[in-house]
């Protein structure tokens, strides 16, 4: 079903949509999506297989990978965030129809972030078995995540809510849950970055994201549960 135009938007569309503007606002998606997918694929480029000689057995080659460990966990936790900010910027160009100089600058600045993704996470696993660089390697990787978030939501913030002629119009309920999720992510990183000054004690750290994501699924099943009522 084609989502309803107010009458400015019809007005834009009807006497002063450009022949391209439809190609243009695919070409803006397509760089995107093709920067996204590019970062999610360098994710994989620093682990490099185990090193196999003519002596190596089965049970060398296992100790190898056990060692690769950290490397994969902090490939799939990327792969998983930036996944995530991929279908929450695919959401948005689900409404955007048109652009302008200000939204374009806004895609990029969520682009900016998101090309960091594979050197924070390589960072982060490589750090990972040493207590004195984890802490610093943590805080990039959150950093990355909080500039990300935030990048989002400006984004959704001038291309649907200020600049809303450029959009068709989002639900209500879409609103909502876009920016409680989108602003709850941003916070919850924020506060883990604090905490890493107050504390350096990883398992401490840990608990708390545990208990964040936790708290994130709970409040996700009310909010849905209240849009339904």
Do not use: G
Not at 16 to 41: C, N
Not at 48 to 67: A, M, N
Not at 145 to 152: C, D, E, H, K, R
Request: proline residues 2%; aromatic residues 14%; charged residues 20%.
């Amino acid at each position: 079903m084609t989502p309803k135009l107010d009458t400015a938007q019809q007005h834009h569309a009807n006497h002063e949509k450009h022949p391209k503007q439809d190609f243009q606002v695919e070409r803006l998606a397509f760089f995107s999506d093709a920067v996204f997918a590019i970062a999610i694929t360098l994710l994989i480029i620093d682990i490099k297989v185990p090193k196999i000689t003519k002596d190596s057995t089965s049970e060398t080659v296992w100790v190898q990978l056990v060692d690769l460990r950290y490397s994969f966990f902090a490939l799939l936790l990327s792969f998983t965030l930036i996944a995530n900010y991929w279908i929450r910027h695919h959401f948005l160009f689900k409404h955007i129809h048109n652009y302008n100089r200000k939204t374009l600058i806004a895609d990029m600045f969520v682009l900016l972030p998101i090309i960091f993704f594979p050197f924070t996470t390589a960072f982060f696993a490589e750090s990972s078995e040493n207590k004195q660089v984890i802490i610093l390697a943590l805080r990039l990787f959150l950093l990355n995540n909080i500039l990300s978030s935030l990048a989002i939501y400006t984004f959704y913030w001038m291309a649907i809510i200020k600049h809303k002629e450029m959009s068709f119009e989002m639900a209500i309920q879409e609103k909502i849950t876009f920016t409680s999720d989108t602003l709850f992510t941003t916070i919850i990183f924020l506060i883990i970055l604090l905490i890493t000054f107050i504390t350096e004690n990883f398992q401490i750290i840990t608990w708390i994201i545990i208990i964040s994501v936790t708290s994130k699924k709970i409040m996700d099943t009310l909010l849905k549960k209240r849009l339904k009522q």
